[in-house]
């Protein structure tokens, strides 16, 4: 017999003996297990897909959400002065207005300021808050007994927050102490 040179190469004179061949066990076996292979990583394929289907559709979700924000936020920068100019004829009417001008005034800014307050438009300072640097810029101090030492005694100029930020930051002037 010829010694083969290249013995992976198949070849048509190979003795055929049966110690060389696989018997129908083996490879039975060996095709059921690759079948079981093939079925476990297409359900874990699956599973990665329907992943990757949700984290695509939560990016998308949230960049869609980033955008409006930005929108909502330069439109309520926009909003701000007028808001101002509102605020200016309000304070006029308490000073010098008809006592029904007061009280209509009164629920024309108690309604804006709850529309406003429900799309995440906050006015960053209130008579009576603790002052807060990160939202409040001190004009000026004055002695009052009216406010706890430390509190906004009069908001010179109201600040805005949206959804937490800071749209202007509010003037205030700070109580120093009680009389």
Aim: glycine letters at 6%.
């Amino acid at each position: 017999m010829r010694k083969q040179r290249f013995p992976f190469l198949i070849s048509p004179y190979q003795s055929k003996r049966s110690t060389d061949a696989l018997p129908a066990d083996a490879i039975l076996n060996a095709l059921s297990k690759h079948a079981e292979a093939e079925k476990e990583m297409k359900e874990k394929t699956s599973r990665v897909l329907a992943s990757l289907s949700l984290i695509e559709s939560s990016l998308d979700e949230l960049v869609e959400r980033t955008n409006a924000d930005q929108r909502w936020r330069g439109f309520y920068q926009k909003l701000i002065p007028i808001l101002d100019g509102i605020d200016a004829v309000r304070r006029a009417i308490e000073r010098e207005g008809d006592p029904s001008w007061k009280r209509g005034m009164e629920i024309f800014s108690d309604k804006l300021a709850a529309l406003l307050e429900a799309h995440g438009l906050l006015q960053a300072a209130r008579v009576g808050m603790i002052f807060d640097p990160s939202r409040h810029e001190a004009v000026d101090a004055c002695d009052t007994s009216l406010v706890a030492p430390g509190a906004v005694a009069e908001v010179v100029e109201n600040g805005w927050l949206y959804r937490g930020d800071i749209l202007r930051y509010a003037k205030v002037i700070v109580a120093k102490g009680g009389l």
